[in-house]
């Protein structure tokens, strides 16, 4: 690397690690003569700094390149591989077992821009944008999320959230969430998913901040994800690339702690 590095670039070790995850050029045709080191510094560098992806620093390949090998990966389900063996490392690391027995469901809704693509207006929040559901294990790792837009109840894209977990984690007995995500809503994670959600609510009578237990987990991973300004607002026309980019933060963070 001949230019002068930037804050968001991969350390040796954290490239060693990621390099390792990504899949190689396809035989045949013209060789890869792209340095995908570079690449994925230019996509960490359009989070954290969230310009636009033709607003790349010229010292990194062609925006054009950067941009494809996002979209291949995200297509292919490369984001998803890597973010998987990512956790399952991280959690092996803390001594936990790979896959998480219990987890933190939540929603964040943030702002839309003139992109287009679905939104709505969340009347709770009094924002007009979308909705971010994720669930967490106890560690504040990303286990699975769905973006919708913000008129969806939040009991409604818990289901969807849920749902698709299912899917991807097969040890999973106990879901806490707040007072929102109760009622109906935990009947039907036992008959759909075989699950207890059990509601924690806050104490009656007390005004101000008060730290609930679990709750704070997913609140903090909020706050890590708050720290890539792409992420600021939701900049983008399809909700899978918004999913996408929330993938692709959770794998820079899980870098920096391996």
């Known amino acids: 690397m001949s230019r002068k590095p930037y804050a968001t670039d991969f350390t040796d070790h954290q490239w060693e690690l990621l390099e390792a995850l990504i899949p190689p050029a396809k035989p ?7 340095d995908i080191r570079e690449v994925c510094n230019g996509m960490a560098y359009l989070l954290r700094a969230g310009c636009a992806w033709r607003l790349l620093p010229h010292d990194f ?31 092996a690391a803390e001594g936990r077992a790979e896959e998480p027995s219990a987890a933190i469901l939540d929603s964040q809704s943030v702002k839309t821009t003139n ?30 999320v769905v973006v919708t837009s913000a008129a969806i109840q939040d009991r409604d894209g818990a289901k969807l959230v849920l ?22 809503l935990i009947a039907w994670v036992q008959r759909c998913c075989g699950w207890v959600l059990q509601t924690i609510l806050r104490p009656v009578g007390i005004k101000g901040f008060v730290l609930l ?5 997913v609140e903090r991973t909020f706050a890590w994800l708050g720290r890539f300004r792409r992420l600021s607002k939701d900049y983008e026309y399809l909700t899978s690339t918004s999913e996408a980019m929330i993938t692709v933060a959770m794998i820079h963070v899980m870098l920096r702690r391996l």
Request: some cysteine.
């Open 28 to 34: 045949g045709g013209r060789p890869r003569q792209v």
């Open 61 to 91: 390949p062609p925006w054009q390149t950067v941009y494809y090998y996002f979209r291949r990966w995200h297509k292919d389900t490369t984001w998803n591989t890597i973010h998987s063996v990512l956790h399952g490392g991280l959690r």
């Open 115 to 144: 992109q287009g693509g679905a939104h709505g207006y969340d009347a709770g929040k009094k924002v007009n944008g979308r909705k971010r559901h994720i669930l967490v294990d106890t560690m504040g790792l990303l286990l699975c």
């Open 163 to 184: 749902g698709k977990a299912k899917q991807l984690w097969s040890r999973l007995l106990l879901v806490w969430a707040d007072g929102a995500y109760g009622g109906e």
């Open 213 to 217: 237990p679990r709750r704070w987990v």
